[in-house]
């Protein structure tokens, strides 16, 4: 029987589905696999009613999709936001199976969120939230079978909260079931660095395959938040001349060099942890535009969507390293590749995050605790393998990097799905 392809009206999941076919087609997966991988395992709706601080009560809509398990349990983020939907959250629990892939961690990919704006809740009414989300996903959700975290708009007091209540539903204590849990809370010490450092690190092995050495390499980076502040200071801490940073605030530039510890001085001072005053340190100026600056390499670490096809042609560095998600659109990519701009992709960048969520849920599991250099040790040889494995399989099949690492991380799961075969 011929392959029925699925579609979607959600521009996400249409996207993601289309990349996979496209992939799936090029690695000559039988239709069987391709269509056990275009669909998700599981996917739960929950409702989620709140007493308002008024006495009132507010329905809310919850979700979790499970894509994959076939090399374990499913991973990703959960997100609180007013346009959460299930076919998004199905969408990107499609790209953390591939993300988890790639890394070589034991994970299928993951996702839930709320549909909700957290702004307009009181702390109490996010608290009564997020306990009820977590007792409404609670059959679903396990250290074997469905392992959240934090995404947009939750963080490590949520994941508290969720961990807190399945512990007391189940009438024992239930650490690894979720990741991004503060250190005193069965967290990890190093997480808060891990992505920065992941990104970091795919830049300067970059370098090395190139037969250049990233000392005195011009780096701009944008956004200077968990991701940016880390992925500038390994950089820095590398020899690397960090020439730009920017935040909402605007673009800084120093030709001789940004002080990135004066950096996260400001930003660790600042209410909403922001670079203004960088402008007043020697030899900084204000620029209009970071991804036209002069530079070799370009990291975007804000927000996605930042290399379009208006801006993508002005870029001067010679290198793109992604470390926010899906920051370069694909009218932008085909421009960058044309430049002859070599790209880093973010799922291979920036799966930093991951790997150290992984770190969590082993030593959660195990209930032994690692040091910072342990964990800094373990998250760099990963990172330098992933980053060596795409560069190599993109060199056997003269494929960009991007489509390297996508290929590769269907491969694997197309593998273990095919292996384990199809129950009863
Ligand atoms: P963050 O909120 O800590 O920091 C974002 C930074 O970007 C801030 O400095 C903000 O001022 C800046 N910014 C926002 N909009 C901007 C704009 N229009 N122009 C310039 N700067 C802008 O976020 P983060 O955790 O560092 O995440 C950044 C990106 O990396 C996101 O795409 C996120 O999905 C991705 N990511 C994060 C992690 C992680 O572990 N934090 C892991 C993987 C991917």
New binding site residues.
């Given amino acids: 029987m011929a392959l029925v392809k699925r579609k979607s009206d959600n521009v996400l999941l249409r996207t993601a589905l289309e990349n996979f076919y496209g992939a799936a087609e090029e690695l000559k997966l039988p239709d069987g696999i391709t269509d056990m991988l275009a669909h998700s395992e599981r996917k739960t709706c929950v409702s989620i009613p709140v007493e308002m601080d008024d006495g009132s009560i507010k329905v809310f809509e919850g979700y979790r999709v499970a894509h994959n398990s076939a090399v374990g349990p499913s991973k990703g983020g959960v997100r609180f936001h007013q346009d959460v939907c299930l076919d998004e959250c199905e969408a990107l629990a499609f790209m953390m199976t591939w993300k988890c892939s790639l890394a070589g961690i034991p994970y299928g990919g993951g996702k839930g969120g709320v549909c909700v704006d957290p702004t307009t809740l009181s702390k109490k009414e996010l608290e009564r939230l997020s306990r009820t989300y977590a007792a409404r996903i609670e059959p679903v959700v396990g250290a074997w079978t469905d392992v959240p975290a934090p995404d947009?708009n939750t963080n490590g007091q949520i994941m508290t909260w969720f961990m807190d209540t399945i512990s007391r539903m189940r009438g024992r204590l239930e650490p690894a079931i979720f990741t991004g849990k503060p250190i005193p809370l069965w967290g990890s010490k190093g997480r808060n660095a891990?992505?920065g450092l992941g990104v970091a690190t795919c830049a300067i092995e970059l370098m090395k395959v190139l037969g250049k050495d990233v000392k005195g390499m011009k780096c701009a980076i944008?956004?200077?938040?968990?991701?940016?502040?880390f992925t500038a200071k390994t950089l820095a801490d590398a020899g690397a001349k960090i020439v730009a940073v920017?935040?909402?605030?605007g673009?800084y530039y120093c030709a001789d060099g940004i002080n990135v510890a004066k950096c996260f001085e400001l930003?660790g001072t600042s209410p909403k942890?922001?670079?203004t005053g960088l402008e007043k340190e020697p030899g900084v100026k204000m620029i209009d535009e970071?991804q036209s600056c002069d530079c070799d390499i370009f990291l975007p670490?804000?927000?996605?969507g930042?290399l379009t096809a208006d801006n993508a042609g002005r870029v001067k560095a010679k290198y793109v390293v992604e470390?926010?998600?899906?920051?370069t659109t694909p009218e932008a990519d085909a421009i960058l590749d044309q430049k002859g701009i070599l790209v880093v992709p973010?799922f291979l960048a920036?799966?930093?995050?991951?790997v150290?969520s992984y770190f969590e849920w082993c030593q959660d599991l195990g209930g032994f605790f690692w040091t910072e250099e342990e964990y800094n040790e373990r998250l760099l040889r990963i990172m330098k393998d992933n980053f060596h494995r795409v560069w190599d399989f993109s060199k056997e099949h003269n494929v960009k990097m991007r489509r390297a690492a996508f290929l590769a991380a269907i491969k694997r799961v197309a593998d273990a799905t095919e292996m384990r075969g199809v129950y009863l």
Avoid at 246 to 249: E, L, P
Avoid at 301 to 304: P, Q, R
Avoid at 350 to 354: A, F, H, I, R, T
Wanted: charged residues 10%; negative net charge.
């Fill in positions: 947009m891990a992505t944008q956004g200077f938040g968990n991701v940016g502040s920017s935040d909402i605030t673009v930003t942890r922001l670079l970071i670490c804000a927000m996605e930042s470390g926010a998600n899906g920051p973010d920036n799966s930093g995050g991951v150290g």
